[in-house]
Nanobody, 124 residues
Framework: QVQLVESGGGLVQPGGSLRLSCVAS????????IGWFRQAPGKEREGISC????????YYENSVKGRFTISRDNAKNTVYLQMDSLKPEDTAVYYC?????????????????WGQGTQVIVSA
């Protein structure tokens, strides 16, 4: 089964950090653009970061720029999202998904192999 599996979420205080992992199952991440998305209760799913392939150009949504860092380790078939200086408004379910051309400038519908998501709660 071709799927991405997210992990690393949890409960953290404002100002804290978490590192999310996105591991590919059944295929290799190399060659795929990998995006991180999040969906808060009552809100639409939004793209927050992406890393392209093979050039590994990174992209960030304005609200996370300077606080989140995306990286990939193709040898481990994993993409990471380091989240620092977390805020309550970062609370959401976080998902990763792949874009088969290696691009990041694609619509959400072009991303596939969605995982089940990992919950991040930022609260005192």
């Amino acid at each position: 089964q071709v799927q991405l599996v997210e992990s690393g979420g949890g409960l953290v205080q404002p100002g804290g950090s978490l590192r999310l992992s996105c591991v590919a199952s059944g295929f290799t991440l190399d060659g795929y653009g990998i995006g991180w998305f999040r969906q808060a209760p009552g809100k639409e799913r939004e793209g927050i970061s992406c890393i392209s392939s093979p050039d590994e150009t990174t992209y960030y949504e304005n609200s996370v720029k300077g606080r989140f860092t995306i990286s990939r380790d193709n040898a481990k078939n994993t993409v990471y999202l380091q989240m620092d200086s977390l805020k309550p408004e970062d609370t959401a379910v976080y998902y990763c998904a792949g874009e088969a051309h290696g691009w990041c400038h694609s619509s959400l519908s072009d991303f596939g192999s969605w995982g089940q998501g990992t919950q991040v709660i930022v609260s005192a």
